[in-house]
């Protein structure tokens, strides 16, 4: 699946989770007012992308990163696709969730990724661009997104390794209780 379907996935789930939320006056909801936060999503990069033009993107030069990220990305997690089919995954899940977000704020960027892609840009390289164009202004929030998702990852882990210890103390306990009582067999 190519990163256009998955944002446009992406935003019409995004709609629907919003349309049941809680509003607030300026009619966003209490979901979006977190997410908005957590993704980097602020009025200050807003007022950014919207100094953003076509020729913006058009003269920005992908070269030196064209080698360096078909190379990143081959040991990201499989999908359950073959590597033949998707052999690097373009965006992150942080960077595929704010692009949404960013695409539904503001018109602007919308407008000129609906100029750009496909016909001048593709759209990885569009991303891309955004992404280095905005680095300073969201670095922040990605390195939090990434920090608390290695936070969830080590507590799954913890709380994995304490049921198996668990499990490992109520069979260990069984199997004394049979050996005190004579009983070799279950």
Same mark, same amino acid.
């Given at each position: 699946?190519?990163?256009?379907?998955?944002?446009?996935?992406?935003?019409?789930?995004?709609?629907?989770?919003?349309?049941?939320?809680?509003?607030? =006056? +300026?009619? @966003?909801?209490?979901? *979006? &007012?977190?997410?908005?936060?957590?993704?980097?999503?602020? !009025? $200050?990069?807003?007022?950014?992308?919207?100094?953003?033009?076509?020729?913006?993107? =058009? +003269?920005? @030069?992908?070269?030196? *990163? &064209?080698?360096?990220?078909?190379?990143?990305?081959?040991? !990201? $997690?499989?999908?359950?696709?073959?590597?033949?089919?998707?052999?690097?995954?373009?965006?992150?899940?942080?960077?595929?969730?704010?692009?949404?977000?960013?695409?539904?704020?503001?018109?602007?960027?919308?407008?000129?990724?609906?100029?750009?892609?496909?016909?001048?840009?593709?759209?990885?390289?569009?991303?891309?661009?955004?992404?280095?164009?905005?680095?300073?202004?969201?670095?922040?929030?990605?390195?939090?997104?990434?920090?608390?998702?290695?936070?969830?990852?080590?507590?799954?882990?913890?709380?994995?390794?304490?049921?198996?210890?668990?499990?490992?103390?109520?069979?260990?306990?069984?199997?004394?209780?049979?050996?005190?009582?004579?009983?070799?067999?279950?």
């Amino acid at each position: 699946m190519n990163i256009a379907s998955r944002i446009r996935r992406s935003f019409f789930r995004e709609k629907k989770e919003y349309s049941d939320g809680n509003s607030l =006056k +300026n009619g @966003s909801t209490v979901k *979006e &007012e977190g997410k908005d936060e957590i993704l980097g999503v602020t !009025d $200050e990069l807003i007022d950014h992308v919207r100094s953003f033009t076509v020729d913006t993107f =058009k +003269n920005y @030069s992908l070269e030196d *990163e &064209e080698e360096e990220v078909s190379v990143s990305h081959l040991g !990201d $997690e499989d999908n359950g696709m073959s590597s033949s089919v998707n052999v690097k995954k373009d965006l992150s899940d942080w960077q595929e969730n704010h692009a949404v977000l960013m695409l539904s704020k503001s018109k602007e960027l919308s407008q000129m990724r609906f100029k750009l892609c496909p016909r001048l840009l593709k759209e990885h390289q569009f991303w891309r661009i955004y992404f280095q164009l905005v680095r300073k202004l969201v670095a922040k929030y990605e390195v939090l997104a990434i920090q608390q998702a290695k936070i969830r990852r080590i507590a799954m882990e913890d709380s994995k390794t304490c049921e198996t210890k668990g499990v490992y103390e109520v069979e260990m306990s069984e199997t004394k209780q049979r050996l005190s009582t004579g009983s070799a067999t279950p």
